[in-house]
C-alpha cells in the first residue's frame, strides 16, 4: 500500500514538476524568442557542460567560454579540465586542440552544415521550425522547456532531442541534447553578455 | 664469406624469441598471477582526453572506461562536445558494440579497435613464460587469441607489447603512474599509422 502511495507520490511530483503549456503560452513564447534572437546580434556566456553516460558513476564536468555573432559564427572555448576550441564560422569547423590546430570544410558536407546552422539555433533559441522538428512545449519549475525533436533520421540518428530551457526573458538557459542510448550532454550556461562587441580573434584559433 | 656470416648472423637474430632480441634471459616463473592494475576500481570512472593519430589525420575526444564488473569493461569515446562516437563492452572473450558511427562501422577498424583495448584493460592473466633483464621483469601472456609480453620494472606494470613472429606489433605504455592509476598512456601500431594518446583528465 505504501509503495503504492510512493509510486503514485513520485508520479505526481513529476506532473507537478513539469507541465504541458497551453497553446496561447506555447505561440507567445515562441514570439518572445524570436524578438530576442532577432535583437541579439552577439552573446558571451560562460558554460558548464555535464555529459552523462548511464555507466558511469559520474557525469564528466567541463567548463569554458561561449561566443556568438549573429548568424552563424560559434566559438567554444574549453578551459577546464583541458584546453579545447572549437569555432564555427563561414561554413568551417576550426580547431584548436592544445596547440593541434585543424580546419574542416563543412560546404561539402550536408549533415555539417545543418549541425552548425542548430547549434547557431539553439543558443539564440530559434528553432521553431515545424519542418525541422516536432515541437512540444512544456514549464517545468515555472521555467519554460521545449522539446525539438529532429524529423529528419539521418539527425535523429545523432541526437534524438534538444530539451531547451528558457528565461523569462526568451534567452536559453539550459541545452540537453539527448542521444538515441538516452544518453546526454547538458550545457548550462550563466554570464550572459548580449550585444557587445566581440573581437574578430575569438573566432579564429 | 665475410658478408655471408653477417647474413646468417642476421638470420640467426632475426628468428631468435622476442625476448631474447631485446636481451632478456629466460628465468623462473615467480609468480603465476599478473596484474594490470590501471582499470580495477569498480566505483571509478577512468576519464581520458585521447588523440588518435591515424596517417596525419589527429582527431581528439574523450574515452571513458569503467570496470562493470569482474569481467567486463565498457569503453566510450565521445567527441569534447558531447556525441558519442562508439560504446563498446569488452572482456577476455567478448566483445559487443553498443554504438558506433555509421560511418566508422567498418570490420578492420573494429578489429583494431577490439584487440587494443582488451589488451589495455584485461586485468588478470597467467605468465607462460617469464624473462629477466637486470631489475626488468618480461612476462610472455596469451590474452584471447594474441602472445603479449607485459613489462614490469621494479614491480610496477610499465609495458604491454603484442609480439606477432617475434616482432612488436603494438605497444601500450604506461606513464605517470601512482595510486594504481596511469595518467598518461600512449598506444603505437608499428605495422598501421595508427597512435592514441591518453591523458587522464579525472
Known sequence: ?205 | MRFLTFSLFLLLLGCASYPKKIGYTTTEIVSQKIVNPYFSDKKKDYVYKSNITVFKNTFGGILVLKKMDDETHRIAFTTELGNTIFDFSISETEFKVNRILKELDRKILLSVLEQDFRSLVQEKTSPLETFEKGENILNKVKIGSKIQYYTFKNDTLTNITRVGNQREKVDIAFFEIGNTMARHIQISHKNLKLAISLRAIK
Open chain 1, 1 to 205: 500500500m505504501y509503495r503504492l502511495l510512493a509510486i503514485f507520490l513520485f508520479f505526481s511530483g513529476m506532473a507537478f514538476a513539469q507541465t504541458k503549456m497551453s497553446v496561447e503560452e506555447s505561440k507567445s513564447l515562441q514570439k518572445l524568442v524570436k524578438q530576442k534572437s532577432e535583437q541579439t546580434k552577439t552573446i558571451s556566456s560562460d558554460f558548464v557542460q555535464y555529459k552523462h553516460l548511464d555507466f558511469l558513476s559520474n557525469d564528466i564536468e567541463s567548463s569554458g567560454k561561449l561566443a556568438y555573432k549573429s548568424p552563424d559564427n560559434v566559438s567554444w572555448q574549453y578551459q577546464k579540465p583541458f584546453s579545447y576550441k572549437v569555432v564555427f564560422k563561414d561554413e568551417k569547423l576550426l580547431i584548436n586542440d592544445n596547440g593541434n590546430k585543424s580546419k574542416l570544410d563543412l560546404g561539402s558536407n550536408e549533415l555539417f552544415k545543418q549541425l552548425n546552422h542548430l547549434i547557431s539555433a539553439s543558443i539564440n533559441g530559434d528553432m521553431f521550425s515545424a519542418d525541422e522538428f516536432e515541437i512540444a512545449y512544456f514549464r517545468e519549475n515555472g521555467a519554460p522547456l521545449v522539446h525539438f525533436l529532429p524529423k529528419d533520421p539521418k539527425f535523429s540518428d545523432f541526437i534524438k532531442a534538444f530539451h531547451i530551457t528558457f528565461s523569462k526573458e526568451g534567452t536559453v538557459e539550459e541545452v540537453k541534447m539527448i542521444e538515441p542510448s538516452g544518453d546526454y550532454t547538458r550545457i548550462v550556461f550563466s554570464n550572459r553578455v548580449e550585444n557587445k562587441a566581440i573581437p574578430d580573434a575569438v573566432f579564429d584559433l
